[in-house]
């Protein structure tokens, strides 16, 4: 079986946009397949069936602060992409973004803006209106400053929905150290209200969230400036978090600085890979399916510096991480009894940031 595998980063080296390739989900080969299309410091992404929708992590877009969101449409054949239009993010360096269950709306998270933005999509062609909710409240977004040159202003890293009838929104602010609920009206108007609150111990840093696939209660969030896991409980009649457990991402005995970055589950359910930049290790958790808390399994160095992202093939037999200081994409087969991984094959790419599966 072939797949197709986009990937993307920042453009203020050698790449220029987006990139293509094609994965043997039999060997885990990756093979490039040239550029989809150029686009300035696309960072991140996400996908619909027939449209790609990245974010271009710039302070400025035409003259005002802020950065911006460009919708592309695909050639299967080619795999390339052709840019449908551009969309103002609401604020300065959008770094995430994620598509409603319709494939409706955009939602985006303002790093340096730090800000939440819903924009429409068109049914026609894909192509992006302008923000039609852009929630930020100042009286309510304070900053910890845990740590001072990181947690100076409000710095929202994600955005995510619930995945039950996604009746609810999740931003993680690493500079507050808050993880925000709102409930969002995907039927109709595709505005954000805030609806909760989750705080996390002053200096963690809280970056992205995952749910488990197996029980959509349980949810875990990995802090990126204290190293740490955050298991947690949602009440979907509630709308609230609830604490479960914490554990540490990094060996006791490891001394250095380190960030943590990317959280994700198989589709199997049983276990739960972080990416640790500096450490420079995929750490390994495997997840008790009663209670939903973590036991460190093991620690699987990425073969390259800062692993940025990392996704999972189709078939959940493979881990491609991208290692953004080391220019390098590398694949590693995943034992789906023991969770520990395998290197089988690598590639070169300039500053990977986000590499994904796109059927």
Not at 190 to 215: C, E, M, V, Y
């Amino acid at each position: 079986m072939h797949a197709s595998v986009y990937i993307s980063g920042y453009t203020n080296n050698v790449s220029v946009g987006i990139y293509h390739y094609g994965f043997d989900t039999n060997t885990g080969i990756l093979t490039p397949k040239g550029l989809a299309v150029e686009s300035v410091n696309p960072s991140y992404f996400t996908t619909t069936n027939n449209h790609l929708f990245a974010v271009n992590e710039v302070p400025l877009y035409n003259g005002a602060n802020t950065g911006y969101v460009s919708s592309y449409s695909r050639n299967k054949k080619t795999g390339e992409l052709t840019l449908m239009n551009e969309q103002p993010s609401g604020g300065e360096d959008p770094c995430y973004a994620v598509c409603d269950v319709t494939g409706n709306f955009l939602l985006v998270a303002n790093y340096n803006g730090g800000s939440a933005a819903v924009l429409p999509i068109s049914d026609k062609d894909g192509e992006l209106g302008a923000i039609v909710s852009n929630p930020f409240d100042s009286q309510w977004y304070n900053a910890t400053g845990g740590v001072p040159d990181r947690q100076e202003k409000p710095h929202v890293h994600s955005i995510d929905l619930d995945p039950v009838g996604q009746r609810y929104a999740f931003t993680n602010d690493l500079g507050c150290d808050r993880l925000i609920t709102y409930k969002f009206d995907r039927k109709k108007t595709g505005s954000l209200t805030r609806h909760s609150d989750f705080q996390f111990p002053i200096g963690s840093g809280p970056r992205h969230i995952k749910f488990a696939p197996n029980n959509n209660n349980f949810a875990y969030v990995i802090s990126e400036l204290s190293n740490d896991v955050f298991m947690l409980e949602f009440d979907f009649h509630k709308g609230k978090f609830n604490l479960v457990q914490k554990i540490h991402a990094l060996p006791e005995d490891f001394q250095g600085e380190n960030l943590g970055s990317e959280i994700d589950i198989p589709a199997n359910g049983k276990f739960l890979y972080v990416s640790m930049r500096g450490y420079d290790v995929i750490t390994i958790f495997k997840i008790d399916q009663a209670t939903g808390k973590l036991k460190t399994v093991g620690y699987q160095n990425t073969g390259g510096k800062h692993p940025r992202h990392f996704t999972f093939d189709p078939t959940g037999s493979f881990l491609l991480v991208g290692n953004k200081d080391t220019d390098n994409v590398v694949v590693f087969k995943m034992d789906k009894h023991t969770g520990l991984l395998k290197q089988v094959s690598s590639v070169e790419h300039v500053q990977p940031t986000c590499v994904k599966f796109w059927a």
